[in-house]
């Protein structure tokens, strides 16, 4: 899976017009060529609940720490790990990937896994999705096989000129170093290839996985290999695993299985800084990467048109709008009782909501669907109810969530949450709205199918499931006393029906490697999608006489099928280059084509790879000699420094270093800066122990400082200002409550804080002398608020959100120092669907005169100076809005996806010693979003402020390059 990091940085170069100081543009030079050194976002902390039991065992190929109770599946997961580590050899060469924690996540049910070197390990969750991305095979043994072929892709990039970037900042380097040598589109596409030819599934043999590619090459588009292996705002881009699926294999197959190996050798050993990957597979292949990327594309064409050629289409009418130049995709189709259809609609400019849609394509939105994973996503309409699952989440763990089951009457109108805290999937109303079946993934993985009460949520019974085998996609017969669905083991996946009341199982088809998905039952007809020949279309199996038929012909791909309550017409899912559509087909005679044998699959591109050094691993038979023993997470490793930076952020120079133990309990820094500026060093340490339900945070800080000190003297109506410049001593203990509140269509959270500080202050004078030493204790105390509506891929900003925060200081002895800090934010939805109104409001009270100041983070009017005072407030309004989405590629330098604007008023004034300063500026942002050397996704840009309130007109008019955000993601 993808790992990205996250790189938050605000970067203010301002100047007014005309001139801009030279040190700004050195910064501006300084930010761009040590990039790969500034420090990036740290993952979350604090993942499992304490009362989670852990057990561990050590193997050659490392150590696997599991929940008690799931030996079989850490055992299953140890022995491919160690048949990957003997038998694959294509990228690591002769030896043995060094050894590499593993943990089995269990609270999550979102399916997902990944590898990283910072620190060590892989991390794989083990909920299998309900649509099954990875093809069908047991969900663990395929992200087994993916993620630790990440691992020897870490393993591969550890030499060279990565141990340079590890002795400067241990496993952060090998992991920064690792990500800048690999682009994103090889990680994945090779362990995509991997997945494949060293199992019975994997994405590569899903006509799924192959078919966006096809819609878009045959439709034309053409994207540049920038593009084609990012992502756009303007067009559907498949992401990179598919162009990396097909370029991997293209090389494999012209140079041998070892050619990547001889790349990454090439690209650590050899290649230097600048885009090494690119040179070594030019030097070795002849390809560069864009070349690479052509000529693949070339040759898909040429494979498409041919494949294309030979289909013999029927299609249906399409009976959903067109999307008129926004990707938008219509998905599971059910016929209303008046006729029409009910559909899942998404967008690049919607989130995804459940509409209605009439005979004329005309459309009536019903309700926006509450947050859940594509990856287990659907929808169930039978009679007057619909049902459907969302997520729902622990306040406090992260690691823990739910999958809730909802429902909606279509007759009263009513939508009705039924079950909370659970763990339910793929909910199915029967006929009569008396049950809904659905399955339930405990948290020791035994998958159960079971009956709940359709009004109360209530169990009525569990059915049986002996060999634990993994079901999907329920769906109930018209009769009410039985189920069909999707059922996948090590075997495939086969069609089976359920008898409700016992559940003795009906094999309708035999398992096989050909997916299968969607499962309706009308009469004596059990209609589904699979994906003979290459191609998903709807099939249709008669029970009583084992025919089966072939109802459509699609050129790309048709799922979900329903049929209307007369039986007369059949509603599917079409894919197009532009997004699923809703297509209808009369349920004629001449329609029923039957269907003997399965034509030659169209998806061959694995098959050299596959046999070069292809096996099915998973057939591996696990020795469960391992001993296994307790592990202590609350306590293992605690203090594990794995990485450390330089900080030439000028003037401050200095280092950080961080720990991190494997489990996510706890979190460090320790730092030292010297700022060149005021000759001054300090330094610092914060903890943060996660293990807890409350976070516990202990701070200290040590060094000197500058601060504006406003102080009376005698005979003076005013303060006098002067630079006062201390030696400051910290320490703090304290507590967070963090408490996710995310449901529906928000995501919500909320965080309380106290913490007790004590502090010494040694105040200087200009020979650094102490005039005076002054102690006191303080304390803080936090509130943080968010409430954010999901936003769709074009939206600048949540439709509708509220940010609140609070921050109260103060000395708990006579010095006077105090500060109180609210701010909060506002989003509303703009005159355009993408457009973003959104206002802002700050308020500072700070005690100034003879009084110690704590550290001042207001936000000031754009353009205004900091300078002290005893209240301040600030009131912003913006508007911000798309502009365009060129796609404009300057080579392999950027890619620039989106052109915004933000226009803003701020009306600010601050009160001291009972004078009022009035501080008003009105201006405009032109905002990039934009890929910055195929490495992060920057979004930044110019900003021009008319300051009203401004004395000297030479400094009305102010200029800003705003650097808001680095994201690391490659």
């Known amino acids: 899976m993808n790992l990205s990091l996250n790189l938050n940085l605000y970067l203010n170069l301002n100047f007014f017009f005309p001139c801009m100081k030279q040190h700004y543009l050195h910064s501006l030079l300084l930010l761009i060529f040590l990039l790969p050194i500034l420090t990036f976002g740290q993952e979350a902390i604090g993942l499992n609940p304490p009362s989670l039991k852990w057990r561990q065992f050590d193997t050659p190929a490392g150590k696997f720490i599991y929940p008690k109770g799931l030996d079989s599946l850490a055992y299953r997961v140890a022995g491919l790990t160690h048949a990957m580590r003997l038998r694959d050899t294509s990228i690591v060469g002769e030896g043995y990937t060094q050894r590499v924690p593993t943990i089995l996540q269990p609270l999550s049910t979102l399916p997902a896994g990944f590898s990283t070197p910072a620190p060590w390990r892989n991390e794989l969750y083990l909920t299998p999705p309900q649509n099954s991305f990875l093809g069908p095979a047991p969900w663990l043994d395929l992200l087994t096989i993916h993620e630790y072929r990440h691992t020897q892709q870490f393993y591969k990039a550890n030499q060279g000129f990565t141990r340079f970037y590890q002795v ?203 947050i859940y994973t594509t990856d287990h996503e659907g929808l169930i309409v039978a009679g007057d109810l619909m049902a459907w699952a969302e997520s729902a989440f622990d306040p406090r763990w992260v690691n823990r969530d739910y999958s809730v089951i909802k429902t909606y009457n279509i007759s009263t109108g009513k939508k009705r949450q039924l079950t909370h805290k659970s763990r339910l999937f793929a909910p199915a109303p029967s006929y009569d709205g008396e049950f809904i079946a659905a399955l339930e993934i405990d948290e020791q993985y035994r998958y159960q199918m079971v009956i709940l009460d359709a009004t109360s949520g209530e169990e009525i019974r569990r059915l049986p499931n002996t060999y634990n085998d993994f079901f999907s996609q329920f769906r109930w017969t018209e009769d009410n006393a039985s189920l069909v669905s999707i059922v996948t083991n090590k075997k495939g996946n086969a069609l089976v029906k359920i008898d409700a009341e016992n559940g003795e199982r009906e094999t309708l088809i035999d398992f096989t490697d050909v997916p299968l998905s969607r499962p309706f ?50 509603a599917y899912s079409n894919y197009t280059a532009d997004g699923y559509e809703v297509k209808e087909v009369a349920l004629q005679a001449d329609n029923w084509v039957p269907f003997n044998d399965a034509p030659t699959s169209i998806l061959q591109f694995h098959e050299p790879s596959l046999a070069q050094e292809g096996e099915d691993l998973t057939v591996t038979l696990v020795a469960d000699s391992f001993k296994s023993r307790k592990f202590h997470a609350l306590t293992h490793g605690l203090f594990k420094l794995y990485g450390w930076f330089p900080l030439p952020n000028y003037p401050d120079l200095g280092a950080e270093f961080y720990t991190r133990n494997i489990m996510s309990s706890l979190t460090g820094t320790i730092g030292g800066l ?26 200290g800080t040590m060094g000197e400082k500058q601060t504006k000190t406003l102080v009376f003297q005698q005979g003076l109506e005013d303060p006098i200002v002067f630079e006062q410049k201390l030696q400051e001593k910290m320490l703090s203990a304290g507590f967070r409550l963090p408490f996710n509140l995310t449901q529906g269509t928000h995501r919500s959270s909320l965080e309380l804080g106290a913490a007790y500080q004590l502090f010494e202050i040694d105040y200087l004078d200009t020979l650094d002398q102490a005039l005076g030493t002054q102690r006191f204790p303080a304390l803080q105390a936090s509130i943080g608020f968010s409430r954010l509506r999901a936003t769709a891929r074009r939206h600048v900003k949540p439709r509708w959100g509220q940010v609140l925060a609070g921050n109260y200081r103060r000395s708990l002895d006579d010095d006077g120092a105090e500060m109180l800090l609210a701010v909060g934010h506002l989003y509303f939805p703009g005159f355009s669907r993408n457009h973003s109104f959104n206002v802002g409001g700050a308020y500072q009270q700070e005690a100034i005169v003879d009084a110690y100041r704590f550290i001042n983070q207001f936000n000031r009017a754009r353009g205004y100076q900091a300078a002290p005072y005893e209240d301040l407030y600030k009131v912003s309004a913006n508007y911000e809005l798309p502009i365009a989405y060129p796609d404009l590629s300057l080579g392999s330098v950027a890619f620039i996806q989106r052109i915004r604007g933000n226009f803003f008023y701020d009306h600010a004034q601050g009160t001291l010693v009972g004078a009022h300063q009035m501080m008003r500026s009105a201006g405009a942002e032109i905002l990039l979003d934009f890929r910055l050397f195929r490495l992060f996704q920057v979004n930044g840009g110019l900003q021009y402020a008319y300051l009203l309130d401004e004395e000297d007109p030479n400094r009305r008019h102010f200029f800003n390059v705003v650097v808001a955000q680095f994201e690391f993601a490659n």
């Open 168 to 370: 400067l900042m241990g496993q952060t380097g090998w992991l920064l170093n690792s990500l800048m040598g690999q682009p994103l589109w090889f990680r994945e596409g090779d362990a995509v290839v991997t997945e494949t030819i060293y199992s019975k599934g994997g994405r590569g043999r899903l006509p799924s996985f192959n078919m966006e590619y096809r819609a878009l090459r045959l439709a034309g588009r053409q994207f540049s290999y920038e593009k084609g292996n990012w992502f756009s705002y303007r067009d559907f881009v498949p992401n990179p695993y598919r162009s990396g699926y097909y370029m991997v294999n293209k090389l494999r197959r012209e140079h041998g299985p070892d050619i990547w190996q001889r790349i990454l050798d090439d690209t650590y050993r050899r290649k230097g800084f600048f885009y090494p990957f690119s040179r070594a597979m030019k030097s070795l292949t002849g390809y560069s990467t864009p070349k690479l990327y052509e000529a693949t594309m070339a040759e898909l064409d040429s494979t498409f048109e041919a494949q294309d050629r030979a289909l013999l289409l029927r299609e249906g009418k399409t009976i959903t709008k067109s999307p008129n130049g926004t990707f938008t995709s219509y998905r599971f189709p059910h016929y209303l009782n008046n006729g029409h259809l009910v559909v899942e609609k998404s967008a690049f400019d919607a989130i995804s909501a459940f509409w209605e849609v009439g005979d004329d394509t005309s459309e009536k939105k019903i309700f926006t669907r509450g």
């Open 521 to 570: 039952a009308k009469g004596d007809t059990v209609y589904y999608s699979a994906g003979y020949g290459g191609i998903n279309n709807i099939f249709a199996l008669n029970t009583q006489t084992k025919v089966t038929f072939q109802l459509t012909s699609a050129r790309f791909g048709a799922f979900d099928p329903a049929v209307s309550a007369d039986g007369k017409r059949l």
């Open 674 to 699: 010297y700022n060149t500026n005021e000759q001054a060093l300090r330094g610092y340490a914060r903890f943060t122990y996660a293990g807890l339900y409350p976070l516990i945070d202990l701070e």
